[in-house]
């Protein structure tokens, strides 16, 4: 497996041991893709406050039980694996007897707490769409951390809402113009931001999986839930 072998994700499939080292990583991992797993028990109909308990019930569980052992290092993904253990939890925790909780009784949210599910989104569904929407966001956090240690905030500032929307000849002669710049300059230094946010997806992608064919398999899930954002 190669560099492969020491991601997060692999080091924890990989270690059936209680290490310090795995168990930070599936800590880390947790952490940072909470949100998917909170949307998927919101829309299973449960009230906020309750998914966020389940929520957070559900990861001290995938932690303190070491249920992350029983996963297939060759078909690791973290991403499915998640979704396939919060389902088994919430059966385990009675999720059948809470019925009528999605029924006409379910208690609707803003999109924002929602995370950005549509209302007839499945759960599965709003938990990839949350899943890709989290890998996106820390591959722009960390674009725009670069961009500040270079010293390029503020051109980082004007040319973001284009990292995931395709800008037409009027919009950069709008920015070139606030910025200063030349049109074909502003289309140049917008290519290599959503470029290096390519790569940064993929870097984000590759701490989840196993194999280098696994990234593949997972820009192209992401392709899938959020169409051009990362073409």
């Given at each position: 497996?190669?560099?492969?072998?020491?991601?997060?994700?692999?080091?924890?499939?990989?270690?059936?041991?209680?290490?310090?080292?795995?168990?930070?990583?599936?800590?880390?991992?947790?952490?940072?893709?909470?949100?998917?797993?909170?949307?998927?028990?919101?829309?299973?109909?449960?009230?906020?406050?309750?998914?966020?308990?389940?929520?957070?019930?559900?990861?001290?569980?995938?932690?303190?039980?070491?249920?992350?052992?029983?996963?297939?290092?060759a078909r690791g993904r973290f991403?499915?694996?998640?979704?396939?253990?919060?389902?088994?939890?919430?059966?385990?925790?009675?999720?059948?007897?809470?019925?009528?909780?999605?029924?006409?009784?379910?208690?609707?949210?803003?999109?924002?707490?929602?995370?950005?599910?549509?209302?007839?989104?499945?759960?599965?569904?709003?938990?990839?769409?949350?899943?890709?929407?989290?890998?996106?966001?820390?591959?722009?956090?960390?674009?725009?951390?670069?961009?500040?240690?270079?010293?390029?905030?503020?051109?980082?500032?004007?040319?973001?809402?284009?990292?995931?929307?395709?800008?037409?000849?009027?919009?950069?002669?709008?920015?070139?113009?606030?910025?200063?710049?030349?049109?074909?300059?502003?289309?140049?230094?917008?290519?290599?931001?959503?470029?290096?946010?390519?790569?940064?997806?993929?870097?984000?992608?590759?701490?989840?999986?196993?194999?280098?064919?696994?990234?593949?398999?997972?820009?192209?899930?992401?392709?899938?839930?959020?169409?051009?954002?990362?073409?």
């Amino acid at each position: 497996m190669g560099a492969f072998a020491t991601t997060r994700w692999s080091l924890i499939v990989e270690s059936r041991a209680d290490s310090a080292s795995a168990r930070e990583a599936l800590s880390a991992l947790c952490g940072a893709y909470r949100a998917p797993v909170l949307s998927f028990v919101r829309q299973r109909g449960y009230p906020r406050e309750e998914a966020e308990d389940l929520t957070q019930g559900f990861f001290a569980h995938f932690i303190a039980e070491g249920i992350h052992h029983s996963a297939d290092p060759a078909r690791g993904r973290f991403r499915t694996y998640l979704l396939s253990s919060i389902s088994n939890f919430l059966a385990d925790a009675g999720d059948a007897a809470r019925t009528l909780k999605r029924g006409g009784n379910v208690v609707h949210c803003g999109i924002d707490e929602r995370m950005m599910a549509a209302d007839d989104d499945t759960p599965e569904r709003a938990f990839e769409r949350r899943w890709a929407l989290t890998v996106l966001d820390r591959a722009v956090q960390r674009l725009r951390a670069e961009a500040a240690e270079a010293g390029r905030q503020e051109l980082f500032a004007h040319l973001q809402e284009f990292l995931t929307d395709h800008p037409d000849a009027d919009d950069y002669r709008e920015v070139s113009t606030r910025l200063g710049m030349r049109a074909n300059s502003v289309a140049v230094a917008v290519h290599r931001l959503r470029l290096r946010l390519r790569m940064l997806v993929r870097e984000e992608l590759a701490l989840t999986v196993c194999t280098p064919q696994d990234v593949d398999a997972e820009v192209a899930a992401l392709r899938e839930v959020l169409g051009g954002a990362v073409s």
